[in-house]
């Protein structure tokens, strides 16, 4: 018996099959299916898909052999891997001086005739063989071995997309912690912040109440207002700050919801110094997309017509419309309206108009826009299309299942 000699680049070829993480991995149907199709074209009653290790060659599948291993010194497999760019042929392995009185050959299984086709790598390298054994002399026709090589690729290919889809999972499991990690961050940074805050609003409301004849209506008092109402502001906007960075590291969670529910919904329980007239088309339908996403878009569109109306009664519009892929919506308020030169800027993070009030912390419409690409969508702002006073978006997001209510 003659054992097959080492690779000079043995110890890369062993690097990189280590990196398929496939050696010892449980049997899977696909090369189960790929060992039987070998098997049945080349008429033998045994296919392998075999592995060659540092020391022992071991079967991905293991059709019509029990065994899930054998050692490397006896593994004809062993030999294949030396010329990656030929099947390796052995007609009857009794007269052949490399195998007559190998264990493999002279006890059970018998192998008597093997044919092997390597399992090659981009690089180059074989990583093992596709191979077929019969228990007497064999040989296989030209239709033959160029099927076994077909069906060496088809391996291969198992492997590279196997190999594919585990870093991919490496991958989204780093980002799934970072994630975790900005999160509990952003939540820490926000408690940090809002700490301070909260102690110097109840040290203001402490001078108020216990010193308010002192206060009452002198310069002192017009001044703890102005920085009761600027703790408010710096309130508002860590939490603005919090909700945006949330939109791209949480997983988005799909839902059936009515649009018309969602919206009165969002009226009813956000307290505004205006009336709040809703007029909705089209929107007494179920969609099934992210809920919580919605009502962070509307909770935001509304608030930002609220704040920069300057009438009695805030007109709010929304229509909705489908197409096979996207769920269109047209949103209008009858507010003073903005220039042409904002109409992108104001989709930036802290960007804010001229002439927008102190409330005004340039977040919400950088959360909208980002939770709408988020769903696959995206938004623009236009002059209204009916030539009145106010804003106008159109936004789309990728539509799901819908339905109809």
């Not at 060659?52 to 497999?77: M, V, Y």
């Not at 002192?214 to 710096?234: H, P, Q």
């Not at 709408?372 to 969508?377: A, H, P, S, T, W």
């Not at 006073?389 to 109809?404: A, D, M, N, P, R």
Request: aromatic share 8%; hydrophobic share 35%.
């Amino acid at each position: 018996m003659k054992s097959a000699e080492i690779l000079e680049n043995e110890e890369e070829r062993l690097k990189i099959l280590d990196s398929y993480k496939i050696l010892d991995t449980l049997p899977e149907e696909d090369y189960d299916a790929i060992a039987k199709i070998a098997s049945s074209i080349c008429n033998t009653p045994i296919a392998l898909i075999s592995l060659i290790d540092k020391d022992r060659q071991w079967f991905k599948s293991n059709h019509g052999l029990e065994a899930r291993e054998t050692p490397r010194e006896l593994a004809f497999c062993a030999h294949s891997i030396l010329n990656p760019d030929e099947l390796f042929i052995i007609n009857d392995a009794t007269k052949d001086e490399r195998f007559h009185d190998n264990p493999l050959t002279t006890e059970n299984p018998h192998v008597i005739f093997y044919a092997g086709a390597p399992l090659n790598t981009s690089d180059g390298l074989a990583l093992g063989t596709l191979c077929v054994i019969d228990n007497k002399p064999n040989d296989l026709n030209e239709s033959q071995q160029e099927s076994l090589k077909l069906l060496a690729n088809q391996v291969v290919g198992l492997l590279e997309l196997r190999k594919k889809n585990e870093e991919l999972k490496s991958v989204n499991n780093k980002v799934t912690q970072l994630n975790e990690q900005l999160n509990s961050f952003a939540f820490r940074l926000t408690h940090d912040l809002k700490s301070p805050i909260s102690g110097v609003n109840f040290l203001l409301n402490v001078l108020k109440e216990d010193h308010s004849k002192l206060f009452k209506n002198t310069e002192a008092e017009s001044y703890i207002d102005l920085i009761t109402k600027r703790m408010g502001y710096m309130s508002t906007l860590i939490d603005e700050i919090l909700e945006y960075s949330k939109v791209n590291t949480e997983n988005i969670i799909y839902e059936d919801f009515n649009l018309e529910v969602i919206l009165k919904s969002i009226l009813s329980n956000i307290d505004f110094d205006h009336k709040i007239v809703l007029n909705s088309k089209n929107l007494n339908i179920h969609i099934n997309s992210s809920k919580i996403g919605f009502v962070q878009i509307f909770q935001n569109l509304i608030s930002n017509s609220r704040k920069f109306s300057n009438k009695e009664k805030v007109f709010i519009e929304v229509d909705f419309k489908k197409d096979k892929e996207f769920y269109h919506f047209i949103y209008r308020d009858n507010g003073p309206g903005i220039e042409e030169s904002y109409w992108e800027k104001v989709f930036d993070m802290f960007e804010t108009l001229e002439n927008s009030n102190n409330e005004n912390t340039g977040i919400g419409l950088a959360t909208v826009k980002s939770i709408i690409e988020r769903l696959g969508g995206k938004i623009s702002l236009n002059s209204r299309d009916d030539g009145k006073e106010g804003v106008c978006f159109h936004f789309c997001i990728s539509k799901k299942e819908i339905l109809e209510a």
